[in-house]
């Protein structure tokens, strides 16, 4: 089941330089880790998100 989630993409914000972009459920899962596009900073966009979101986009996923 976990793969098949992979494809899902999240929105973040660099909360360095403020700017948007999006990160793989598989890069969220697998590295924890990912470097803004805009200014190369290292963040943990999974410590940002409250855990009830990431459920929401699993629930829409399954398609509950």
């Known amino acids: 089941m976990v793969n098949d989630l992979d494809d899902i993409r999240a929105q973040a914000d660099c909360p360095v ?3 948007e972009f999006s990160v793989s459920y598989r890069t969220l ?3 924890r880790t990912v470097e803004c596009p805009g ?3 290292t963040i943990r ?3 940002d998100t ?3 979101m990431v459920q929401r986009l699993i ?3 399954d398609g509950k």
């Open 29 to 31: 899962r697998l590295e």
């Open 17 to 19: 330089c403020g700017r």
């Open 50 to 52: 409250p855990i009830g």
């Open 59 to 61: 629930d829409e996923t």
């Open 39 to 41: 200014c190369g900073e």
């Open 45 to 47: 966009p999974i410590d």
